[in-house]
């Protein structure tokens, strides 16, 4: 049997070429003017790309039917996106205002547990891709989730109300966006599954028009992800592409507070020598810091230094959080890792009880960094930082079971 004695032959071929098409020219986004000409710094955005693709049709086709929801983790240590926070883990599931669900797991210990009922993407200019972009509609919050004694739960999403814990859904709605916020390295995740509780039938196999679709979607993702980042953050994220090493004032949308969290995010630029400063008064709830590549995905948190929440910091005598982002390891306990690239971004989120801090930066010689930094400032010895890079991969081993 050759192609043509097919009757969907045409379509799916018409459908895949255009695919390959678009992959490829979203594989020219690695070479845009935000990102360094360094080898390190073209292959991480290829590296960006590859990794999406690995997901594309996880998402566009694998996960998508509504009626058979599958929870899909889109981002760990081996895939970024859409300017993930290195300590918060991301899941999503696809899900329609007409039918009823039950997500059922157990609860863990992450500080921060949220999920959200996601509505529908609005149109017009800024709007990012798939699969974000969609409105939050409705969130329960780990301090709302009600468990057994032994931690387990089930949470009803759609259909009429039951018991405390329930999601209401709309016609509308069409994701469940699940996020996970972790703050001491002996926090373990939630374990969950999700189904429609109705479900009667196998899933039937996808037929040819649902994979021109899928095909489609995943078109759309491949190149939004390479197009979108980092321009959309510069015009709809509050970074100044212009002022670099400054971070903007925290905002925080309606979105936002749905989501439970408030954020900054700062382009950096630091030169072979230069180290940048990073204060603000150390204060109450859940804040975490993020260091990211040009294109918004988090560096390597599995093995480096390029994250931190409060129980991992050390405060200064006076009250003062100082953290050194750094090409090289300064010695001091704070040290955020560059990966050695030139240029990245670097997020700040608070989420949970008090109020966002205020963030000063300044850019410093590396060479100067004891005399800028206070008398008493934490270091570290060669010994201590291989300790910490095993804490640290351990417990991220410990929240992606898969590693």
């Given at each position: 049997m050759a192609y043509g004695d097919g009757r969907d032959d045409a379509a799916l071929r018409r459908a895949w070429e255009t695919f390959c098409y678009r992959l490829k020219a979203a594989g020219e986004q690695a070479f845009k003017d935000h990102n360094a000409v360094s080898g390190a710094q073209r292959v991480d955005a290829l590296r960006f790309l590859t990794q999406n693709l690995g997901q594309a049709f996880d998402l566009a086709l694998e996960t998508r039917d509504t009626r058979y929801p599958s929870v899909h983790a889109f981002c760990g240590p081996t895939r970024k996106l859409?300017?993930?926070?290195?300590?918060?883990?991301?899941?999503?599931?696809?899900?329609?205002?007409?039918s009823t669900y039950r997500l059922v797991g157990e609860r863990g210990t992450a500080r921060f547990f949220n999920v959200t009922v996601q509505g529908p993407r609005p149109d017009g200019?800024?709007?990012?891709?798939?699969?974000?972009?969609?409105?939050?509609?409705?969130?329960?919050?780990?301090a709302e989730l009600v468990t057994a004694p032994d931690g387990t739960f089930e949470v009803y999403i759609g259909g009429p109300r039951r018991g405390e814990n329930w999601l209401p859904t709309t016609p509308g709605s069409r994701k469940l966006f699940i996020r996970q916020g972790f703050d001491d390295w002996d926090e373990n995740p939630?374990?969950?599954?999700?189904?429609?509780?109705?479900?009667?039938?196998p899933?039937?196999?996808?037929?040819?028009?649902?994979?021109?679709?899928?095909?489609?979607?995943?078109?759309?993702?491949?190149?939004?992800?390479m197009e979108d980042w980092p321009e959309f953050a510069f015009t709809y994220g509050g970074v100044d592409a212009q002022r670099p090493n400054h971070f903007p004032a925290v905002s925080e949308g309606d979105g936002d507070t749905k989501r439970g969290r408030a954020a900054a995010n700062m382009h950096w630029t630091l030169g072979p020598d230069e180290a940048l400063v990073v204060e603000f008064d150390a204060h109450d709830g859940l804040w975490m810091l993020t260091n990211m590549g040009v294109f918004f995905n988090s560096m390597d948190f599995l093995?480096?230094?390029?994250?931190?929440?409060?129980?991992?910091?050390?405060?200064d005598d006076d009250g003062k959080v100082r953290l050194i982002v750094a090409h090289t390891d300064p010695g001091f306990h704070n040290w955020i890792d560059t990966q050695g690239f030139e240029r990245g971004n670097l997020t700040y989120r608070h989420m949970l009880e008090g109020s966002p801090a205020v963030l000063s930066t300044r850019v410093v010689e590396h060479s100067a960094l004891a005399e800028v930094l206070p008398a008493g400032t934490a270091v570290v010895t060669?010994?201590?930082?291989?300790?910490?890079?095993?804490?640290?991969?351990?417990?991220?081993r410990r929240r992606y079971s898969s590693l």
């Open positions: 859409g300017g993930d926070c290195a300590d918060f883990t991301y899941q999503q599931a696809w899900i329609d205002g007409q200019p800024g709007v990012l891709h798939e699969p974000f972009g969609d409105v939050p509609e409705a969130n329960l919050t780990g939630a374990r969950l599954r999700i189904e429609r509780v109705d479900m009667a039938s899933r039937p196999v996808p037929n040819p028009g649902q994979m021109v679709d899928a095909i489609a979607w995943a078109s759309e993702f491949v190149t939004g992800v093995y480096r230094p390029v994250s931190y929440t409060p129980s991992r910091t050390l405060v060669t010994e201590e930082r291989t300790a910490q890079m095993w804490e640290r991969f351990n417990a991220i």
